[in-house]
C-alpha cells in the first residue's frame, strides 16, 4: 500500500478529517460502510489531494503502508466496537488503529488493553473542534503507547490548529485512554465555560435591563480584554441575530430547554468517581437539565419572589463591569477544578499527564479555545507541581481584585432572584478552599454519633470514638 493514513467512517467528522489530511500532502486511503460516501468523497473533493477510495475492508487494509495507520470515525459505542472487530484481525503486529470518536474513557482503556495483548497498538484520539476544525484544524488529543505517537504525531502534528505562537495543538498526552480522558475534561469545562456566560447574559438582561443588541456589543467588548475567546466572540453572533420570520432577536424565539449529549455529564460521574470538586461543571449539567424539566417550571410559576427592577442606566454600566469581574473569577475556579480533575486521573490510572502541555493544545482548534489558556500553560511551565491553579500568583491576584465585584454581582443577583448556580458554586469553592477551618469537623461529629465511624483529633494522632450513648468518653480506635 502506498496510503500514509486511512480514515474509515466518512461522515462529516471522518469525511473533513480525510480531506484534512490529503490537504496536507498525505495520500488518504478512504473507506465507509456505505460505499455510496466513499465514492462522493472522491468525486466531491478528489481533486483536493491524494485519495485511494477502497470498496472492501481488505482493500482498504492492502492500500495502507506499514506499519498501518487506520483513523475510526464512527458513531461512539457499539460501532466503534463492530468496527474494530472488523478490522483487526486484518492487521499485523505494530500496526495503529486510532479511534477519533467521543469514545467514553473506560472503552478506550478496554480496547487498548485488548488490542495490545493482539500486538496491535490502540490509539483513543480527542478531537475537538466540531466539522469546520476536522476540516481545517482540530484541537488533537492522542492518548495510546508513547511508540505509537512516533509514527503518528508527525501526521497529527500537520493536520492540527497552530496556536497564536504557530505550535500544532496536539501533544501525546499520555499512555491508554489519556487523550479520551482529556477530552471528556474538555467538554466538562466548555460546559461550565457556556453557563457562566449565559448566567451573564441573564443579569446583563435582567438586572441591567439590556436589550440582547446591547449586550452583544458588550460581549464583543469583553472579547477585547481577557475574556477574548471562541465562547465569547460566538455568544455575540447570537445574541445580535435577528429572527428573520419574527423580527424579533433569535434569543428570544428560541425555546429554553437545553438538550445535551452526555459528555459533560460523563465528566461530572467520573469526577464523582474519583473525588473530585468540579461543582462548576456540575451546576452546568444539572442548569441544562432543570431547564428541560417543562412540567416542574409550569407548577413553580405561581411561586413568589421577588419582581426584578432594572437599575438605571449609570447602576447598570457599573453592574456591567462587576458582571464582566464575576465571569473572569469563575471561569479560573472552572478552569481550576478542570484541571484538579486531569491530575487526579493522570495520578490514578498512571498517565503522568503535563497539565501545561493540555492547556497549550486547547489554545487553537477547541471549542474552549482562549487567550486564558496561555496564561494557564505559563503557570503550569512556571511551576508543574502547581496544587491548584489558584495557588498561582497571577491567577490568585486576580481573582483577589476582583472578588468585592464578584460578591456584589451574586448578592444583587440573590436580591433580585435571578439564579446563578455557576458564579455562587464557584465562589463556594473559592471561599471553601481559603477557609482556615470548615463545618466539616460538625459532619464528623454527626458521623460518630450514629455510625461510629470515629474522627481524627487537631492536637493528637490516630482515630478516636466518643461513646455517645454511654457516659461520651472518649476512646482510641486504633
Ligand atoms: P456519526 O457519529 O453520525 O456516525 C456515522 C458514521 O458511523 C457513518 O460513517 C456510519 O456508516 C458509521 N457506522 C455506524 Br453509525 N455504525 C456502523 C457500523 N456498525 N459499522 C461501520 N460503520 C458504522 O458521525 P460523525 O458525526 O461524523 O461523528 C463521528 C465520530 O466523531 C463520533 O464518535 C462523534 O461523537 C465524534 N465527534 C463528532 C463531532 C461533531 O462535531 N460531529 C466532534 C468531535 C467528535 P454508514 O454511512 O454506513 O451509515
Given at each position: 500500500g502506498t496510503a500514509q493514513i486511512g480514515v474509515t467512517g466518512l461522515a462529516v467528522m471522518g469525511r473533513n478529517l480525510a480531506r484534512n489530511f490529503a490537504r496536507n500532502g498525505f495520500t488518504v486511503a478512504v473507506h465507509n460502510r456505505t460505499a455510496a460516501k466513499t465514492r462522493a468523497l472522491v468525486e466531491e473533493f478528489g481533486s483536493e489531494g491524494s485519495f485511494v477510495a477502497a470498496e472492501s475492508p481488505e482493500d482498504?487494509?492492502?492500500?495502507?503502508?506499514?506499519?498501518?495507520?487506520?483513523?475510526?470515525?464512527?458513531?461512539?459505542?457499539?460501532?466503534?466496537?463492530?468496527?474494530?472487530?472488523e478490522f483487526a484481525p486484518l492487521l499485523e503486529e505494530g500496526d495503529?488503529?486510532?479511534?477519533?470518536?467521543?469514545?467514553?474513557?473506560?472503552?478506550?482503556?478496554?480496547?487498548?488493553?485488548?488490542l495490545r495483548e493482539r500486538g496491535i497498538h490502540f490509539v483513543g484520539v480527542g478531537i475537538s473542534g466540531g466539522e469546520e476544525g476536522a476540516l481545517h484544524g482540530p484541537s488533537i488529543m492522542p492518548g495510546g503507547?508513547?511508540?505509537s505517537y512516533e509514527s503518528l504525531g508527525p501526521l497529527l502534528e500537520r493536520i492540527a490548529a497552530k496556536a497564536p505562537d504557530g505550535s500544532p495543538c496536539v501533544t501525546h498526552v499520555g499512555p491508554d485512554a489519556a487523550g479520551h480522558f482529556v477530552k471528556m475534561v474538555h467538554n466538562g469545562i466548555e460546559y461550565a465555560d457556556m453557563q457562566l456566560i449565559a448566567e451573564a447574559y441573564h443579569l446583563l438582561r435582567t438586572v441591567a435591563g439590556y436589550s440582547p443588541a446591547k449586550i452583544a456589543?458588550?460581549?464583543?467588548d469583553w472579547n477585547t480584554g481577557r475574556l477574548d475567546s471562541y465562547l465569547i466572540e460566538i455568544t455575540a453572533e447570537v445574541l445580535a441575530h435577528v429572527d428573520a420570520a419574527t423580527g424579533k432577536p433569535f434569543v428570544d424565539v428560541v425555546q429554553d430547554r437545553a438538550e445535551q449529549k452526555g459528555t459533560g455529564r460523563w465528566t461530572v460521574q467520573i469526577a464523582l468517581d474519583l473525588g473530585v470538586?468540579?461543582?462548576?461543571?456540575?451546576?452546568?449539567?444539572?442548569?441544562?437539565?432543570?431547564?428541560?424539566?417543562?412540567?416542574?417550571?409550569?407548577?413553580?410559576?405561581?411561586?413568589?419572589?421577588?419582581?426584578?427592577s432594572p437599575l438605571g442606566e449609570k447602576e447598570a454600566e457599573a453592574f456591567a463591569a462587576q458582571v464582566e469581574q464575576a465571569l473572569y473569577a469563575s471561569k479560573i475556579v472552572s478552569y481550576t477544578q478542570?484541571?484538579?480533575?486531569?491530575?487526579?486521573?493522570?495520578?490514578?490510572?498512571?498517565w503522568n499527564v503535563d497539565p501545561g502541555a493540555v492547556a497549550a493544545i486547547w489554545r487553537a482548534g477547541c471549542i474552549i479555545r482562549a487567550a486564558f489558556l496561555d496564561r494557564i500553560r505559563g503557570a503550569y511551565d512556571a511551576q508543574p507541581d502547581l496544587p491548584s491553579l489558584l495557588s498561582d500568583k497571577r491567577f490568585?491576584?486576580?481573582?483577589?481584585?476582583?472578588?468585592?465585584?464578584?460578591?456584589?454581582?451574586?448578592?444583587?443577583?440573590?436580591?433580585?432572584?435571578?439564579?446563578?448556580?455557576?458564579?455562587s458554586a464557584a465562589l463556594a469553592y473559592y471561599d471553601a478552599l481559603r477557609a482556615e477551618r470548615l463545618p466539616a469537623a460538625l459532619t464528623q461529629g454527626q458521623r460518630d454519633f450514629f455510625g461510629a465511624h470515629t474522627y481524627r483529633r487537631t492536637d493528637r494522632e490516630g482515630s478516636f470514638h466518643t461513646l455517645w450513648g454511654g457516659d461520651r468518653t472518649e476512646v482510641s480506635t486504633d
Open positions: 482498504f487494509v492492502a492500500a495502507l503502508e506499514r506499519p498501518r495507520r487506520l483513523v475510526i470515525m464512527v458513531k461512539a459505542g457499539e460501532p466503534t466496537d463492530a468496527v474494530i472487530q495503529v488503529i486510532i479511534d477519533g470518536g467521543n469514545a467514553h474513557f473506560e472503552d478506550t482503556r478496554r480496547r487498548e488493553r485488548e503507547s508513547a511508540e456589543e458588550t460581549f464583543r470538586p468540579v461543582s462548576g461543571i456540575a451546576e452546568a449539567v444539572f442548569a441544562r437539565s432543570l431547564s428541560g424539566h417543562a412540567e416542574l417550571r409550569e407548577a413553580a410559576r405561581s411561586l413568589t419572589g421577588p419582581a426584578v478542570g484541571f484538579h480533575q486531569i491530575q487526579a486521573g493522570s495520578e490514578t490510572y498512571d490568585g491576584d486576580e481573582i483577589g481584585a476582583a472578588q468585592d465585584d464578584w460578591r456584589a454581582v451574586i448578592m444583587e443577583a440573590t436580591r433580585q432572584g435571578v439564579p446563578v448556580p455557576g458564579f
